[in-house]
């Protein structure tokens, strides 16, 4: 992989002082902009751009777009009796071709593909939550823990090792069932909170060890010599540098969060109707996974799909983010 | 005790030790010298011998646990800094205690623009605005001979050469005017092309701002022609301590005659280079006597039963050995070595 400013570096060494005038053509490369010239190099990654792009998009807009040109919105009961049946996709009531249902119909009528795009707006807003709060909490509870170390380091840790050592699913499903939840959206709400306040431990232990890393590292040293104070030395010079992995393990927390949901709402603790995610449309899609299969299908295959563009993501922001590892 | 005397730092019977599990290290044991304002003070010695701990102690950075400061007095213009607290030390780092770390290319954020790098010392010190900081943060670049410094102050520090860098650093330390710049091996990481560039620039700084210099390093050549007086540390304590003229034409400790004979002379062929026998004492297990005594060629058997003192040669000149006034009368006239590394 080439590496550009080593090259513009080597003849300011030998002609430092006298250095003729170069007219400030070398605009300032961060390492980032080197990072996303990598990652646009690698086809996999682009690939889970893309299509996790597509996916958000639709997600957000889907919905809105199938009201505007049918009316037809995701939880959409139909009136008439003779079309509370499961239609197979590309299909009339009557057996013809048409594209009012380019997925087909649920058990009560209800547009697949609009169930679909509104399960993903939950299901990314799980994932994508679940990893704020991962980067929040986590980030500065684990730069905090490991710039600050010694005695308040090995009790904050160890206050993490507790709460991982609790099953985490079982303090979902407490969080969820104390502070159950009448309406459908209050119960996503929960679902959040319960997802997000385990989904930093991680985090945490991953960005703690990173700092401990830094935090003796020379530019530290020199910054505390220049007298900036321990909260500045940690948010402004320390994190930063954790970026990369800390991006790479968030990027790869969204899918397992997303599975996590989708298990959840599998054992029905998680979504309830007439509010969908992926995870929900799967578990009734699999009551009837014999006769309608479409159920299942098109919610399996857009979050199967969704996952493995998010992990080749995640893998190719890491290729890109540590160049010397993808070197080797 | 205060300014009074001239002098800007009055460093006192310091000691800093580090727990290891090897025991107690002692680190720096005993050390004072003064510094006047406008002087450089030059700290040679071999590696682990405690010179950037000495520096370190004195702006209060030695990591703790394991160092800790274990007594002394550290008077900075009439500031006694080890009684300080935290908040008012920090007010005194960069401001009017500056430093520049052995190695350029690890001492600067790499996810820092220069221009923020700079910037935030003096937001920090001198109260500048964004702008205004910006302004003095191209100025100082302009200063340091950074060439075309308004174009590359948006930089980040790895499109910069290891000597921009370290130019870098210096203009860094020396934006708010410090009293005093501590160089802790500045031009180790260098080549040597680059090294004069920067002693010439550190020099030229000095003379313009009227800075104090601790210049720390190993290199004998470096301190030559840059200090006032001179402090050759061993295990932790001061060897010699004299004027650089004195020092290196009378010697007055077998280890510093050592280190002299060790330089290598181009102007002569020398054939094999002196090199001091054995190698740098295990600070955590000293013997009883002289902790040069083992790789000393005067070495007799009271050194290795018994500490040397502390001898006065001279009202400048300070030497730790049993025999430092035969040393001393020996070296009279012996012909003084030029630049090298120890």
Redesign the interface.
Do not use: W
């Given at each position: 992989m080439p590496v550009p400013?080593m090259n513009?570096?080597?003849p300011?060494?030998?002609g430092?002082?006298e250095?003729?005038?170069?007219?400030?053509v070398?605009a300032?490369?961060?390492?980032w902009r080197a990072a996303w010239r990598r990652l646009l190099k690698n086809r996999l990654a682009v690939f889970g751009m893309i299509v996790v792009a597509i996916i958000t998009v639709a997600s957000l807009f889907g919905p809105f777009v199938i009201k505007k040109l049918t009316g037809i919105t995701p939880d959409f009961i139909p009136s008439d009796v003779t079309l509370l049946r499961s239609i197979p996709p590309l299909t009339a009531p009557d057996g013809s071709f048409s594209w009012t249902h380019p997925m087909g119909t649920d058990n009560q009528g209800r547009d697949v593909l609009a169930r679909v795009l509104q399960g993903g707006q939950i299901s990314l807003m799980v994932g994508i939550i679940a990893t704020l709060v991962s980067l929040l909490i986590g980030v500065s509870y684990g730069a905090t823990a490991g710039y600050l170390g010694?005695r308040i380091d090995n009790l904050m840790m160890r206050a993490v090792d507790v709460l991982y050592s609790l099953p985490y699913i079982i303090i979902v499903i407490v969080l969820l069932a104390v502070f159950k939840s009448q309406t459908a959206r209050g119960q996503v709400v929960l679902l959040f909170i319960a997802l997000g306040s385990v989904s930093w431990l991680t985090m945490a232990r991953i960005v703690r060890g990173q700092v401990l890393s830094l935090k003796n590292?020379?530019?530290v040293?020199?910054?505390?010599?220049?007298?900036?104070?321990t909260p500045r030395i940690i948010f402004?010079?320390i994190v930063?540098?954790t970026?990369g992995p800390v991006i790479v393990y968030a990027t790869l927390t969204i899918p397992t969060v997303m599975l996590t949901e989708a298990f959840l709402s599998f054992l029905g603790f998680g979504v309830q109707p007439p509010l969908a995610s992926w995870g929900s449309l799967a578990t009734d899609g699999i009551q009837n996974i014999g006769i309608f299969p479409w159920q299942l299908v098109f919610p399996g295959v857009t979050m199967a799909l969704t996952l493995f563009s998010l992990n080749f993501l995640g893998d190719g922001l890491r290729d890109a983010l540590d160049p010397q590892g993808s070197r080797r | 005790m205060s300014s009074s005397n001239g002098n800007l730092l009055e460093v006192r019977n310091l000691r800093t030790y580090f727990d290891t599990e090897d025991g107690e290290v002692k680190a720096v044991d005993g050390i004072s010298f003064q510094l006047k304002r406008g002087e450089t003070l030059g700290i040679v010695g071999e590696s682990g011998s405690g010179k950037s701990v000495t520096n370190l102690s004195i702006?209060r950075?030695i990591p703790n646990?394991p160092g800790r400061v274990v007594s002394g007095r550290v008077m900075f213009d009439g500031i006694d800094i080890l009684s300080l607290k935290e908040g008012e030390v920090?007010?005194?780092?960069?401001?009017r205690i500056?430093?520049i770390?052995?190695?350029p290319m690890?001492?600067?954020?790499?996810?820092?623009?220069i221009s923020r790098q700079m910037m935030?010392?003096t937001e920090?010190?001198l109260g500048h605005t964004r702008a205004r900081a910006y302004e003095h943060a191209i100025k100082m670049l302009e200063t340091v001979?950074i060439?075309?410094a308004?174009?590359?102050v948006?930089?980040?520090p790895?499109?910069?050469?290891?000597?921009?860098r370290q130019r870098v650093?210096i203009a860094?330390?020396l934006s708010c005017e410090p009293e005093l710049l501590i160089a802790d091996e500045p031009t180790t990481a260098l080549?040597v092309?680059?090294q004069a560039?920067i002693l010439e620039l550190i020099k030229k700084l000095k003379q313009v701002t009227g800075t104090s210099v601790i210049l720390i390093t190993h290199d004998l050549g470096v301190v030559a022609g840059m200090t006032d007086h001179l402090i050759v540390m061993y295990a932790g304590k001061v060897f010699e301590q004299a004027s650089t003229s004195e020092l290196f034409a009378q010697p007055g400790n077998p280890y510093t005659k050592g280190l002299l004979r060790s330089v290598p002379d181009p102007l002569k062929e020398q054939g094999e280079l002196y090199q001091i026998p054995g190698l740098p004492p295990d600070v955590a297990h000293l013997p009883p006597g002289c902790p040069f005594a083992p790789r000393c060629q005067r070495a007799e058997e009271i050194c290795q039963r018994e500490f040397p003192p502390f001898v006065q040669l001279n009202p400048e000149h300070f030497s730790l050995c049993h025999f430092a006034r035969e040393v001393y009368e020996e070296s009279e006239g012996a012909v003084p070595a030029r630049n090298g590394h120890v």
């Open positions: 400013q513009e570096d080597r300011t060494i030998a430092d002082f250095k003729p005038e170069t007219g400030g070398i300032g490369t961060s390492l010694g590292q020379e530019f040293l020199a910054a505390r010599a220049t007298g900036v104070s402004r010079h930063p540098n970026l | 702006i950075l646990p920090r007010k005194i780092r960069g401001r500056a430093m770390f052995q190695d690890t001492s600067l954020n790499p996810f820092m623009k935030e010392v920090l010190h001979g060439p075309d308004r174009a590359r948006d930089n980040y790895h499109e910069f050469s290891g000597g921009m650093m860094m330390a080549d092309t680059i560039q």
